[in-house]
């Protein structure tokens, strides 16, 4: 209540709300006009596979070209080591570190491991009475395998036909594997080249592996090992360069 004759305080909110209901309407008109019955959101979901299809492709024809350019770099390597003896002397001491490093072919016997997601049904839907989580693999299994591998000794490792170096990280994007810019959808085969009986035994003893093993047995997860008389592993063709982050 005011005192009579006392000059009423002006509300700014009394003015704006017709305002903003202005611009709601007019905000909704329009987005209904430019959606024309369609879901405005499921275009960027389009146009982000559309873009991993395409960087996918950027990426398989860099690589294709980096190859080359590593064969040609090689013969050249090769030729001046032919005719100077320094720097024959260097190739050959570096000859046992390359192949540490996996920048060299390797073949022998191993061990192939495939993961793979929970079957679909009938339907071609997964089973909607549990977490859908609990259906897939994850990072974290990639991982366990990889990290009980390299604790066993193993000579080699590679997933998917991808040479794992010491910079190599193994990331989960959604329902793919991202690996050396590249993008892969289960089932994800990792191979390992060492000793069989000692690899089998570690990936028994790993906490993450078991944790996935108990995982595949209750969702109906791929978890198969099998001995390999053979395997190649290629050498690693990639980036050698650290990226890191530091603090301005």
């Known amino acids: 209540m005011t005192r009579s004759g006392a000059p009423r305080r002006f509300d700014p909110w009394v003015g704006l709300v017709p305002v903003v209901a202005l611009a709601a309407g007019l905000l909704f008109a329009t987005s209904g006009k430019t959606a024309q019955g369609t879901d405005l959101r499921g275009g960027e979901v389009t146009e982000l596979s559309a873009l991993i299809e395409e960087r996918d492709s950027t990426v398989a024809g860099q690589q294709a070209e980096l190859a080359a350019l590593q064969l ?4 050249l390597t090769d030729l001046a080591a032919s005719r100077n003896g320094e720097v024959a002397a260097v190739q050959q001491g570096a000859a046992p570190g390359i192949g540490s490093a996996g920048l060299a072919e390797l073949t022998g016997p191993g061990l192939s491991i495939e993961l793979d997601d929970a079957p679909r049904q009938s339907s071609g839907t997964t089973p ?14 990639v991982q366990g395998v990889v990290n ?64 996935f093993q108990e995982a595949a047995d209750a969702y109906g997860l791929t978890f198969d090992v099998e001995d390999q008389d053979q395997l190649t592993l290629p050498a690693y063709d990639g980036a050698l360069d650290m990226q890191y982050a530091s603090a301005g």
């Open 148 to 211: 009980a591998l390299w604790a066993a000794g193993a000579d080699g490792v590679a997933i998917m036909g991808q040479r794992l170096v010491a910079t190599s990280a193994v990331i989960c994007v959604g329902p793919t594997l991202l690996l050396h810019g590249r993008t892969y959808s289960p089932p994800y085969v990792i191979t390992a080249v060492g000793e069989g009986d000692a690899m089998r035994e570690e990936l028994a003893a790993s906490p993450g592996v078991q944790v």
């Open 128 to 141: 909607t009475e549990e977490n859908p989580d609990n259906l897939v693999i994850h990072q974290s299994d």
């Open 72 to 75: 040609q770099v090689q013969a």
